[in-house]
Every structure is written in structure tokens, then in C-alpha cells.
């Protein structure tokens, strides 16, 4: 099922700007942990790598987009934009750091299903109007396809992928996928919530940003 290219994301890389990383205090430090589900380490980690993103063009000490989508290593415009607008809460263009760890909660072994239902969904729902069309669908099915280069579907293909899923998952058929029949399919699909968990600290203290940002298929 498609949904999950999305969600797998891809490969990159990040040439970081040097510039210096502010302490954390141990207030702030105690704060984050109390906020989110990490641990100190982990708090720790995901604020140096916060850091290596925002630094990548201009340290400044936030994220923009393009130092987003160069992280990720997404070409296609779309699917990048998406995915940022769902790391930057307020909308205001920047990912401050208490955003990106909201963001990576989402994401984190100890995340509870319906938040992570509730992150994915939200790459879907172009216009945030609480469902998704055909056509939502469709973009965001050509824009990871996009960065996938073992995947070749025409448009016919694409068109006939929405209708399909549509068919399966719209259950009332007003033509649009509603948050409840889009989680209904999800746990349909256990598997599914793989793609939507990341282990903070990759092992042997991995530094490569990608694996806290993407996962990929066996």
C-alpha cells in the first residue's frame, strides 16, 4: 500500500556551517524531558542534531525549508513542503527546536499509535480541512514516487492506485478519506506502524542525520 513511500523517506546529506551550539541548561533539559517522551540522552542528541540541520546554511538556530529538505535529501518540492509543514506547528516557516522534538515524538518507539496516525495523516491533508481527496492523493502518491526511482507508475497507473484505494478505504463513499477511515485502514495493516517509528539513537551512536529523519523498508 502506498501510504508507506511516503513515510519512508529517503536518503541525503548534510554539509553543516559550523557555528557554535548553544549550552542547554539543565532547566531546559529537565523541561524537554518532562514535555515529550525522551530520556536525557536521547534529549541530548536529537538538540545536536537539531543544531546540524539549522546550521547547514545559516545558523541562526532555526530550521527553514530548504535546510529541512536538504537534510531529508527530498527533490520533489511537494512532498518536502509536506513534510516540514507537519514539523512546523505555529506555521511560520521556521522549525524551532521544541517543534522538531514535538515532531520526532511522534515518531519515537514509545509513541502511542494514534499519535502517529495523527502525524501521517496530516502529510496527506493538503488543504487541512480534516480529510483527503483524490486529488490530495494523487500529488502526494507522484511526489514520493518522485524520489523513488524503482517505482515507475504512468498517470493512468497513479489515477487508477487513488481510485483503488479509495474504493477500499472510503466507506461511505462521499469521496473523501476521512481521519477515522484512514486510521481504520491503518490498523488493518499493522505493519504499517513500522514505517512510522524511529529509534532516537541509532546504534553504535550512529551521527547520520537520515536515520532519526527516514526509515526505509527491509
Known amino acids: ?4 513511500s511516503v513515510c519512508m523517506g529517503t536518503t541525503g546529506s548534510v554539509q553543516t556551517k559550523r557555528g557554535q551550539i548553544p ?4 532547566r531546559e533539559l529537565a523541561r524537554f ?14 538538540y545536536q542534531h537539531f543544531h546540524t540541520i539549522s546550521n547547514s546554511i545559516e545558523a541562526d538556530g532555526l530550521i527553514d525549508a530548504e535546510e529541512f ?4 535529501g ?27 522534538l514535538k515532531g520526532m515524538a511522534f ?3 514509545g509513541a502511542n499509535i494514534d499519535d502517529k496516525l495523527y502525524f501521517s495523516f496530516r502529510m496527506f491533508d493538503l488543504d487541512n480541512d480534516g480529510t483527503i481527496d483524490k486529488d490530495e492523493l494523487y500529488q502526494m502518491l507522484q511526489a514520493s514516487l518522485f524520489d523513488n526511482p524503482q517505482i515507475h ?7 487508477a492506485v487513488v481510485d483503488s484505494t479509495f474504493n477500499e478505504v ?3 463513499g462521499d469521496g473523501r478519506i476521512s481521519y477515522d477511515e484512514y486510521c481504520g485502514m491503518v490498523k488493518e495493516r499493522p505493519s504499517f506502524v513500522d514505517y512510522l517509528t524511529v529509534h532516537i539513537i541509532p546504534d553504535a551512536e550512529e551521527n547520520d542525520l537520515i536515520q532519526i529523519l527516514s526509515t526505509s523498508p527491509p
Open 33 to 46: 524531558v518532562k514535555a515529550t517522551r525522551f530520556n536525557e540522552r536521547e534529549v541530548r542528541w536529537l
Open 170 to 172: 472510503d466507506a461511505n
Open 23 to 26: 549550552d542547554l541548561s539543565r
Open 74 to 100: 527530498i527533490k520533489n518540492e511537494e512532498l518536502a513542503r509536506r513534510i516540514f509543514a507537519v514539523f512546523d506547528e505555529n506555521g511560520d516557516g521556521m522549525i524551532t527546536f521544541t517543534e522538531f
Open 107 to 109: 515518531l519515537a518507539p
Open 1 to 4: 500500500f502506498f501510504f508507506c
Open 153 to 159: 507508475l504512468s498517470e493512468e497507473d497513479m489515477r
Open 69 to 72: 529538505k536538504l537534510a531529508l
